[in-house]
């Protein structure tokens, strides 16, 4: 089971933690399974020194959840394969798509349509017949919704609902969708169902004009989202928080300072709520 504050396992990073000690703020790692499922015997072995230590979590690049060609079921089959063999609980992917006759190379929103969440469902279905365990689809960043029907959020719910399927919170594309799309972000995530939140996620971005933000995974966290964070802790209580960082990637010190700053909002949490629940006995 994971827990507390995580960081994406890099493959520069690898050797240095296959050799030393992982950190003690860090209480998973989270890997996209696409970048490992044909490595060398080395990597493989460092990988597996690595997942017997440290809970890992996957995040897929490539499932393509909303695409109009076939589901991929042999690559899905390969991913089972890879989660049974380090047993590995968790498999996210995007809620977006990102193949059509060829692979897109970037997320495309999936339009918000009944037809659409028909489609998203129908297929999900199928992926966690394969996994034997549930897909966890991310809110994700975008910015165009041709033909939409319905909002994000009602889009978001429905597939949640329908699939039944699990929530990885994006708190940074939460925010990036306010700032470019004009919501509430706060309203936005109160009206998402705890019940299906796995684990979050949390990042920096790039802020293009005062109304387009681009989700970039590359920079520090801004205080914005930060206190946005708090709100989803506020909101659905504490729940493992993955910092994603893909590029201009620090020393992994640097990396940990933002990392700490996650265990300590969980600890205030938790320590709040000791004090509550230390009251209400008394």
């Given at each position: 089971?994971?827990?507390?504050?995580?960081?994406?396992?890099?493959?520069?990073?690898?050797?240095?933690?296959?050799?030393?000690?992982?950190?003690?703020?860090?209480g998973f790692m989270e890997v996209?399974?696409?970048?490992?499922?044909?490595?060398?015997?080395?990597?493989?072995?460092?990988?597996?020194?690595?997942?017997?230590?440290?809970?890992?979590?996957?995040?897929?690049?490539?499932?393509?959840?909303?695409?109009?060609?076939?589901?991929?079921?042999?690559?899905?089959?390969?991913?089972?394969?890879?989660?049974?063999?380090?047993?590995?609980?968790?498999?996210?992917?995007?809620?977006?798509?990102?193949?059509?006759?060829?692979?897109?190379?970037?997320?495309?929103?999936?339009?918000?349509?009944?037809?659409?969440?028909?489609?998203?469902?129908?297929?999900?279905?199928?992926?966690?017949?394969?996994?034997?365990?549930?897909?966890?689809?991310?809110?994700?960043?975008?910015?165009?919704?041709?033909?939409?029907?319905?909002?994000?959020?009602?889009?978001?719910?429905?597939?949640?609902?329908?699939?039944?399927?699990?929530?990885?919170?994006?708190?940074?594309?939460?925010?990036?969708?306010s700032v470019n799309h004009g919501?509430?972000?706060?309203?936005?995530?109160?009206?998402?169902?705890?019940?299906?939140?796995?684990?979050?996620?949390?990042?920096?971005?790039?802020?293009?004009?005062?109304?387009?933000?681009?989700?970039?995974?590359?920079?520090?966290?801004?205080?914005?989202?930060?206190?946005?964070?708090?709100?989803?802790?506020?909101?659905?209580?504490?729940?493992?928080?993955?910092?994603?960082?893909?590029?201009?990637?620090?020393?992994?010190?640097?990396?940990?300072?933002?990392?700490?700053?996650?265990?300590?909002?969980?600890?205030?949490?938790?320590?709040?709520?000791?004090?509550?629940?230390?009251?209400?006995?008394?």
């Amino acid at each position: 089971m994971i827990q507390g504050a995580g960081i994406g396992l890099r493959r520069e990073m690898v050797a240095e933690l296959a050799e030393g000690a992982i950190p003690d703020a860090v209480g998973f790692m989270e890997v996209a399974p696409e970048n490992w499922l044909k490595v060398s015997p080395r990597l493989r072995r460092q990988f597996s020194e690595i997942a017997e230590r440290c809970p890992i979590v996957c995040h897929g690049l490539s499932l393509s959840i909303g695409a109009p060609a076939p589901l991929d079921e042999g690559f899905v089959c390969q991913v089972k394969g890879f989660l049974d063999t380090h047993d590995i609980e968790i498999y996210s992917e995007h809620l977006s798509y990102c193949s059509g006759n060829a692979h897109l190379y970037d997320l495309m929103p999936i339009p918000f349509t009944e037809a659409a969440v028909a489609h998203v469902v129908e297929r999900v279905k199928r992926v966690q017949e394969i996994l034997e365990r549930p897909l966890v689809l991310e809110n994700v960043s975008y910015y165009a919704a041709p033909g939409a029907e319905m909002t994000e959020l009602e889009f978001l719910n429905a597939v949640l609902d329908e699939a039944d399927c699990e929530l990885l919170l994006d708190v940074n594309n939460v925010y990036v969708n306010s700032v470019n799309h004009g919501y509430d972000p706060v309203a936005f995530m109160a009206a998402l169902p705890t019940h299906r939140i796995r684990y979050l996620h949390i990042a920096g971005h790039h802020r293009e004009a005062e109304d387009l933000i681009i989700d970039t995974h590359g920079a520090d966290v801004i205080d914005p989202v930060w206190a946005l964070l708090d709100s989803a802790y506020q909101l659905h209580g504490v729940h493992p928080t993955l910092l994603e960082r893909d590029f201009n990637l620090p020393p992994m010190a640097q990396l940990l300072t933002e990392v700490d700053q996650i265990v300590s909002i969980q600890r205030r949490f938790d320590q709040n709520r000791s004090v509550a629940a230390g009251r209400a006995s008394a």
